[in-house]
């Protein structure tokens, strides 16, 4: 984690300012030390002394209950990877009586196009766009 460090003087800044009752912005003046800066609140020009809080003292807790937002888009991410890679590339025209391997780009009439991701005897599941579709081929 980074150290935190004061503002740069003629900045401003978001913090409480207790003449105010209320969050402002103050402007910095001028660094008193390494740590604290005379600042002015913008609204109602007090001055006052700010001091960085200590490091430790005031690193929140880290939320838990937030859930991760990466996994939430791994499917969008997975198919517009794909087709950075291989948009350009023509597929396949789909029907249940070819027979595909896995990794071919097929060309969807109704769902666009798709990426083969695991292949059986008599069904592909294609990833396309929204969702990941499981489709009858090799049909005699
Ligand atoms: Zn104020």
Redesign the pocket.
Known sequence: MAELTLPAVAKSFFTL?K??DAD?YHRVLTHTSSTSAKIE?E??H?KKTYTLPKPGVVRKKTSTTGRPAARRNTHADEYNQLMMNRGSEQGLAFSIRTKYSIDQKIDHPKFGAGFVKNVQSDRVDVMFQDEVKTLIHNKQ
């Open positions: 300012c003449k105010c402002r609140c609204v109602c007090s």
